[in-house]
Every structure is written in structure tokens, then in C-alpha cells.
């Protein structure tokens, strides 16, 4: 079975500041990866995924990711978090099969203007 | 248009009633989930369709039934509503494989008093 975990749970920065979000995931076989953010009373919305070829992908909102497969990790990461960027952020693995997208606990992120 | 709709978008109903989700996605998508969201923010798939076949079914009490009239639709039907059935429930799609993207509809907060 898959799992993913998100080290941290709440994160808040200022204005301006870098932003790095952990994510591990467990899988034995071939996974692909998402980051998801969910503003306040909204739904998920993609931010970027990786499912082959550079492991550092670029997503919406001056967002990236690197995949790293021997560390098992897929950690988020934005040189400069605006106040608009506050929101829970999930990471999410799935197989090949597409079927079973599974999710980390989140992380809340909350940028002070 | 909005790819992925579902209503009721807010539910409040007492314990021991029945009700019913409906969602639609007009993205010709082949696969859709019905993910539940708990009070902590924690995302956990419930069920994945497939061209309105049941392909994942992740330990849910049976008092929960979806049911698909075709690929375009999929909807939650839930018997004896239980307090800690309050949350918010997701419904998705997405292409077949594991390197699609997976869109969510903007969610159904349930409440049971």
C-alpha cells in the first residue's frame, strides 16, 4: 500500500520569506506526484506534478517541486510566499494504475502580511 | 462551466436520515472518486469508478452507496446518518493512468445534528 507524509503540520512565515514543505511517500512501484493547495473553504486545486522526466517541475504561482527518488521525497518549495499563499497543502502519490491517489495529512500554511 | 459540480454545496440534516450527493463532470473524464474530507483536513479516497464500474471501495460502512448511471456522473447516496458522518465530501475525475491529473468538484459540507 502507498502512504505520503507531510512533516509539517503548521508553517507560518512572513511576507517574502522562502517556503520549503516536506513530503515522503511509500510505494514500492512506479509513482506519480502531485502537490494540491485547498485556499480557505475552496476546493483542491492542482499546483504540479511530476510523473517522469526532470525531477525538478515547475507548477502555477512561482511553485516547485523536486523529486528525489532515492530520499523518497517530493518536497514543495517557493523562493518568496506572498500572503495570498496561505492555505493547506497536500501532496498526493498514485500509481499507475490512476486509481488510488493518496493523500498526505496536509500542511497549513500561513503567510503574515 | 465548472468541470466537476456537486450539490448540495451545505447539507445539515439530523441523525438517522438519508441523503444523496450528485455530481457531475463534463471533462469526458473515464474515472471518478468520492473523497472524504474530516474535520482535521485529512483526505481519504472512498470510491473510484470506472466507466461506471466500482474499482475501489476503501472500507466504507455500507451505509454509504454510490451509484453511477453513467461515466459522466456519480452519486453518493448514504443511509442512517451518524454524527461522525459530518464532513466535507469531495467528488473528482479523471483520465485512466496515474499520471493524470485528478479535478475536484468544490465539495458538499455535511452536517449531521
Known amino acids: 500500500a502507498q502512504s505520503v507524509s507531510q512533516h509539517n503540520h503548521h508553517v507560518i512565515l512572513s511576507e517574502a520569506a522562502s517556503l520549503e514543505l516536506g513530503c515522503n511517500y511509500s510505494y514500492g512501484g512506479t509513482v506519480n506526484l502531485f502537490w494540491y493547495v485547498q485556499y480557505p473553504g475552496q476546493h483542491l486545486q492542482l499546483l504540479l506534478k511530476?510523473?517522469?522526466?526532470?525531477?525538478l517541475v515547475k507548477g502555477i504561482k512561482g511553485f516547485e517541486a523536486e523529486f528525489i527518488k532515492s530520499k523518497f521525497s517530493f518536497n514543495l518549495r517557493k523562493p518568496s510566499v506572498q500572503w495570498s499563499d496561505t492555505a493547506e497543502y497536500f501532496c498526493a502519490v498514485n500509481n499507475n494504475a490512476g486509481n488510488m491517489l493518496t493523500f498526505g495529512g496536509g500542511t497549513r500554511l500561513m503567510v503574515k502580511p | 462551466d465548472t468541470a466537476v459540480s456537486q450539490t448540495p454545496k451545505y447539507l445539515v440534516t439530523q441523525m438517522g436520515n438519508d441523503k444523496s450527493i450528485k455530481c457531475e463532470q463534463n471533462?469526458?473524464?473515464?474515472?471518478m472518486y468520492w473523497y472524504k474530507q474530516d474535520s482535521k483536513k485529512f483526505l481519504k479516497i472512498m470510491f473510484s469508478?470506472?466507466?461506471?464500474?466500482?474499482?475501489i471501495n476503501e472500507t466504507v460502512p455500507n451505509r454509504f452507496s454510490p451509484k453511477s448511471p453513467d461515466k459522466a456522473h456519480l452519486n453518493l447516496h448514504i443511509n442512517s446518518l451518524e454524527l461522525g458522518d459530518s464532513a466535507v465530501y469531495f467528488c473528482?475525475?479523471?483520465?485512466?493512468?496515474?499520471?493524470?491529473?485528478?479535478?475536484f468538484g468544490e465539495g458538499s459540507w455535511l452536517t449531521v445534528v
Open positions: 471533462l469526458g473524464h473515464d474515472t
Open positions: 511530476y510523473f517522469s522526466g526532470d525531477p
Open positions: 473528482a475525475s479523471s483520465q485512466a493512468g496515474g499520471e493524470n491529473t485528478i479535478y
Open positions: 469508478y470506472n466507466n461506471k464500474e466500482l474499482i
